[in-house]
Protein backbone atom coordinates (compact mmCIF):
# COMPACT_ATOMS: atom_id res chain seq x y z
CA UNK A 1 0.00 0.00 0.00
CA UNK A 2 1.11 3.59 -0.89
CA UNK A 3 0.19 6.12 1.90
CA UNK A 4 -0.11 10.01 1.36
CA UNK A 5 -0.38 11.16 4.82
CA UNK A 6 -2.67 9.31 6.57
CA UNK A 7 -4.98 8.14 3.83
CA UNK A 8 -4.30 5.21 1.65
CA UNK A 9 -3.96 5.85 -2.36
CA UNK A 10 -2.72 3.09 -3.74
CA UNK A 11 -2.14 -0.39 -3.72
CA UNK A 12 -1.07 -3.70 -5.39
CA UNK A 13 0.46 -7.29 -4.59
CA UNK A 14 2.89 -9.89 -6.16
CA UNK A 15 1.68 -13.43 -6.57
CA UNK A 16 4.34 -15.92 -6.71
CA UNK A 17 3.48 -18.74 -8.65
CA UNK A 18 5.71 -20.84 -8.10
CA UNK A 19 7.92 -20.58 -11.72
CA UNK A 20 7.23 -16.96 -12.00
CA UNK A 21 5.59 -13.77 -10.31
CA UNK A 22 1.97 -11.83 -10.99
CA UNK A 23 1.59 -8.20 -10.25
CA UNK A 24 -2.00 -7.96 -9.98
CA UNK A 25 -4.60 -5.68 -8.20
CA UNK A 26 -2.74 -2.19 -8.89
CA UNK A 27 -5.14 0.94 -8.53
CA UNK A 28 -4.62 4.11 -7.61
CA UNK A 29 -7.31 6.62 -5.95
CA UNK A 30 -9.54 8.19 -8.22
CA UNK A 31 -8.25 11.70 -6.97
CA UNK A 32 -4.74 10.85 -6.58
CA UNK A 33 -3.99 9.57 -10.35
CA UNK A 34 -1.58 10.74 -13.07
CA UNK A 35 0.54 12.10 -10.35
CA UNK A 36 3.23 9.29 -11.12
CA UNK A 37 2.27 7.17 -7.95
CA UNK A 38 0.47 4.10 -9.91
CA UNK A 39 4.22 3.99 -11.97
CA UNK A 40 6.04 3.88 -8.60
CA UNK A 41 3.76 1.69 -7.26
CA UNK A 42 4.98 -0.67 -9.91
CA UNK A 43 8.37 -0.11 -9.74
CA UNK A 44 7.95 -0.67 -5.98
CA UNK A 45 6.27 -4.30 -6.55
CA UNK A 46 9.05 -4.88 -9.39
CA UNK A 47 11.78 -4.33 -6.84
CA UNK A 48 9.60 -6.57 -4.70
CA UNK A 49 9.45 -9.07 -6.81
CA UNK A 50 13.23 -8.84 -7.86
CA UNK A 51 14.04 -9.50 -3.97
CA UNK A 52 12.25 -11.95 -3.31
CA UNK A 53 13.33 -14.56 -6.43
CA UNK A 54 15.65 -12.28 -9.59
CA UNK A 55 15.45 -15.26 -11.60
CA UNK A 56 11.21 -15.85 -12.02
CA UNK A 57 10.05 -13.98 -14.66
CA UNK A 58 7.49 -11.07 -13.58
CA UNK A 59 3.85 -10.93 -15.80
CA UNK A 60 1.28 -8.83 -15.52
CA UNK A 61 -2.47 -9.64 -17.17
CA UNK A 62 -4.04 -5.78 -18.33
CA UNK A 63 -6.13 -3.75 -20.21
CA UNK A 64 -4.00 -0.86 -19.86
CA UNK A 65 -1.00 -1.90 -21.99
CA UNK A 66 0.27 1.55 -22.13
CA UNK A 67 0.26 2.15 -18.45
CA UNK A 68 2.67 -0.76 -17.60
CA UNK A 69 4.53 -0.55 -20.56
CA UNK A 70 5.69 2.76 -19.15
CA UNK A 71 7.45 0.94 -16.69
CA UNK A 72 9.12 -1.32 -18.77
CA UNK A 73 6.42 -4.11 -19.63
CA UNK A 74 6.36 -5.15 -23.20
CA UNK A 75 3.63 -7.96 -24.55
CA UNK A 76 4.51 -11.36 -23.64
CA UNK A 77 5.41 -13.71 -26.82
CA UNK A 78 4.16 -17.33 -27.12
CA UNK A 79 5.58 -19.76 -23.97
CA UNK A 80 4.27 -17.81 -21.10
CA UNK A 81 2.56 -19.88 -18.43
CA UNK A 82 -1.04 -21.32 -19.54
CA UNK A 83 -2.75 -19.79 -16.10
CA UNK A 84 -1.91 -16.00 -17.55
CA UNK A 85 -4.19 -17.08 -20.50
CA UNK A 86 -6.46 -18.70 -18.56
CA UNK A 87 -7.11 -15.40 -16.95
CA UNK A 88 -7.04 -13.27 -19.47
CA UNK A 89 -10.05 -15.38 -21.36
CA UNK A 90 -12.13 -16.24 -18.31
CA UNK A 91 -11.23 -14.15 -15.06
CA UNK A 92 -11.54 -10.59 -16.69
CA UNK A 93 -14.64 -9.02 -17.26
CA UNK A 94 -13.67 -7.53 -20.38
CA UNK A 95 -13.50 -8.87 -23.87
CA UNK A 96 -10.42 -10.78 -24.11
CA UNK A 97 -9.39 -9.36 -27.15
CA UNK A 98 -8.87 -6.45 -24.75
CA UNK A 99 -6.87 -7.84 -22.19
CA UNK A 100 -2.81 -8.00 -22.83
CA UNK A 101 -0.44 -10.86 -21.23
CA UNK A 102 2.78 -8.31 -20.44
CA UNK A 103 6.24 -9.52 -19.50
CA UNK A 104 8.76 -7.16 -17.59
CA UNK A 105 11.94 -6.57 -19.86
CA UNK A 106 13.08 -3.22 -18.25
CA UNK A 107 16.25 -2.62 -15.68
CA UNK A 108 15.74 -1.24 -12.53
CA UNK A 109 17.76 1.93 -11.91
C1 LIG B 1 -3.92 2.54 -14.09
C2 LIG B 1 -3.61 3.35 -12.83
C3 LIG B 1 -3.03 2.39 -11.77
C4 LIG B 1 -2.54 4.42 -13.19
O1 LIG B 1 -2.15 5.08 -12.01
P1 LIG B 1 -1.59 6.59 -12.07
O2 LIG B 1 -1.01 6.91 -10.74
O3 LIG B 1 -2.63 7.48 -12.60
O4 LIG B 1 -0.43 6.42 -13.19
P2 LIG B 1 0.88 7.31 -13.32
O5 LIG B 1 0.54 8.75 -13.04
O6 LIG B 1 1.97 6.70 -12.51
O7 LIG B 1 1.18 7.13 -14.87
C5 LIG B 1 2.32 6.42 -15.36
C6 LIG B 1 2.32 6.42 -16.87
O8 LIG B 1 1.20 5.65 -17.35
C7 LIG B 1 0.37 6.46 -18.18
N1 LIG B 1 -1.04 6.17 -17.86
C8 LIG B 1 -1.63 6.28 -16.65
N2 LIG B 1 -2.94 5.93 -16.76
C9 LIG B 1 -3.15 5.60 -18.06
C10 LIG B 1 -4.29 5.17 -18.78
N3 LIG B 1 -5.49 5.01 -18.21
N4 LIG B 1 -4.14 4.91 -20.11
C11 LIG B 1 -2.93 5.06 -20.71
N5 LIG B 1 -1.81 5.47 -20.07
C12 LIG B 1 -1.91 5.73 -18.76
C13 LIG B 1 0.70 7.89 -17.80
O9 LIG B 1 0.45 8.78 -18.86
C14 LIG B 1 2.16 7.82 -17.47
O10 LIG B 1 2.96 7.85 -18.65
P3 LIG B 1 4.41 8.58 -18.67
O11 LIG B 1 5.26 7.85 -17.67
O12 LIG B 1 4.85 8.42 -20.08
O13 LIG B 1 4.13 10.00 -18.25
C15 LIG B 1 -4.88 4.08 -12.28
O14 LIG B 1 -5.42 4.85 -13.32
C16 LIG B 1 -5.95 3.14 -11.75
O15 LIG B 1 -5.93 2.79 -10.56
N6 LIG B 1 -6.89 2.71 -12.61
C17 LIG B 1 -7.98 1.83 -12.19
C18 LIG B 1 -7.46 0.46 -11.84
C19 LIG B 1 -6.80 -0.22 -13.04
O16 LIG B 1 -7.19 -0.06 -14.19
N7 LIG B 1 -5.75 -1.00 -12.72
C20 LIG B 1 -5.03 -1.76 -13.72
C21 LIG B 1 -3.61 -1.31 -13.81
S1 LIG B 1 -2.66 -2.39 -14.86
Do not use: N
Request: contains cysteine.
Amino acid sequence: MARVEDKVVAFGRIIDHGEFHEIASLGVDYYHRKKGIGKKMLFFLIQKAKRIDARKPIYGVTHLPEFISSCGFVHAEDGYPDYLDYKRKHACRLDESKISIMEWKGILG
